[in-house]
């Protein structure tokens, strides 16, 4: 169950809307405003540095209410100073839902309560049991639950991550057989959330929850290529197996690897055009960057400024062209700005970039719109007739 009532944060998705309608120019600015009278939404705080400014207030308040319940039980900390670590992640927890209660989500203060939380937590598991393993399991339950009463998206990233270490080091039990196939294994583990994750998206009622899923989603894409990337698979194997890759050999499998690194950026490329996602979009970018990165370390032939300066070429004349076709389509895959999209700002710097270059000055017209009467002067003079 939400922490926050479900009527509010259905009422805050559509504040949100009805702001991107307004960056597009469909609504103007009183009714914006009307909307956010008559709907009552959370607390929130929209402006990325105001929330940051928060979080750390948040964290220092919560430093402080630790701090005192030790001075508290100061005697007894030498002994049992582990079962301070869960007082203090109960702390955390109480503080994050007298927060919630008080209508704050996403403003800061309460999100510094939840990451200290799970930090606390996380620390006390991994003296007392000393696992790791125990300790990455404990920490992703804990972060889906609490994403899904908080929804607090940095808590679903903690679960992918917790989840990820934990698959790692459930490999690494096996020993040499676990190390070897840990890359096939990290790739299936990444495919199989990624489709679970897309078809959860697909079926999602309750909209609230769209942003974690969709950032849960987007993780699985990036260790989807990480896992077989030939760059991090050759290292590991370095690192995990201890082999020595001299000059004359390589590591087994790397055809395939080498296919997997040039193929799936490509593969993210076209997907992504296709179904205009944004987000794979970029990712297909970094992609490809870090897949050129890969092969140059171990097989360039080229001084860094002469692959610097190719890289720049093709990257200009894939830009030139790709803007020569789009820029007139009207539909699907275009260069025009996106409405939902507030672009004045940049058309204006482009008007002011392209004036200041080239001298340009608006023309000035000696001729008057306005029309007059009769009259042989400049004036509204009188005709002679009625």
């Known amino acids: 169950?939400?922490?926050?009532?479900?009527?509010?944060?259905?009422?805050?998705?559509?504040v949100e809307e009805a702001k991107s309608l307004q960056n597009a120019g469909f609504i103007g600015k009183e009714q914006i405003e009307y909307i956010k009278k008559e709907l009552d939404t959370p607390k929130t705080n929209?402006?990325?540095?105001?929330?940051?400014?928060?979080?750390?207030l948040g964290l220092l308040l919560y430093v402080s209410i630790c701090g005192a319940f030790s001075l508290l039980g100061i005697s007894g900390i030498d002994n049992n100073w582990e079962v301070f670590l869960y007082l203090y992640a109960i702390i955390g927890v109480v503080g994050a839902e007298f927060l919630y209660a008080q209508n704050y989500f996403k403003h800061g203060l309460e999100e510094a309560f939840l990451l200290g939380s799970q930090l606390a937590l996380g620390v006390a598991i991994s003296e007392v049991f000393e696992s790791d393993l125990l300790t990455a399991i404990v920490v992703a339950a804990v972060a889906i639950l609490m994403y899904i009463r908080y929804l607090h998206i940095l808590?679903?990233?903690?679960?992918?991550?917790?989840?990820?270490?934990?698959?790692?080091?459930?490999?690494?039990?096996?020993?040499?057989?676990?190390?070897?196939?840990?890359?096939?294994?990290?790739?299936?583990f990444s495919a199989g959330f990624y489709f679970w994750t897309k078809k959860l998206k697909g079926n999602l009622v309750k909209q609230y929850?769209?942003?974690?899923?969709?950032?849960?989603n987007t993780f699985c894409l990036i260790l989807f290529y990480l896992s077989c990337n030939y760059f991090v698979v050759r290292e590991l194997s370095v690192v995990l197996l201890e082999n020595e890759i001299l000059s004359s050999t390589d590591i087994p499998f790397a055809l395939f690897f080498y296919c997997f690194t040039i193929i799936v950026p490509i593969l993210y490329l076209i997907q992504a055009l296709k179904t205009k996602d944004k987000i794979m979009l970029w990712i297909s970018f970094l992609a490809v960057a870090f897949s050129m990165y890969s092969f140059e370390i171990y097989f360039s032939a080229l001084s860094g400024e002469i692959e610097l300066t190719i890289a720049g070429l093709v990257l200009f004349g894939i830009a030139f062209f790709a803007i020569k076709k789009l820029k007139h389509n009207d539909i699907g895959i275009t260069f025009k700005p996106d409405r939902i999209t507030n672009s004045n700002q940049f058309l204006n710097a482009e008007a002011l970039i392209v004036a200041s270059t080239f001298g340009m000055r608006p023309e000035v017209s000696s001729e008057s719109s306005m029309e007059f009467g009769g009259g042989d002067f400049s004036g509204g003079g009188a005709g002679g007739s009625f």
Do not use: D, H, W
């Open 1 to 14: 169950m939400q922490a926050i009532n479900s009527t509010k944060l259905e009422n805050l998705i559509l």
């Open 46 to 56: 929209t402006n990325i540095l105001v929330r940051l400014g928060f979080v750390l």
């Open 155 to 188: 808590s679903m990233l903690i679960f992918c991550v917790a989840l990820s270490v934990f698959l790692f080091l459930a490999m690494l039990e096996f020993g040499t057989i676990g190390k070897s196939i840990l890359p096939f294994v990290s790739l299936l």
């Open 209 to 216: 929850y769209r942003e974690g899923i969709l950032l849960a």
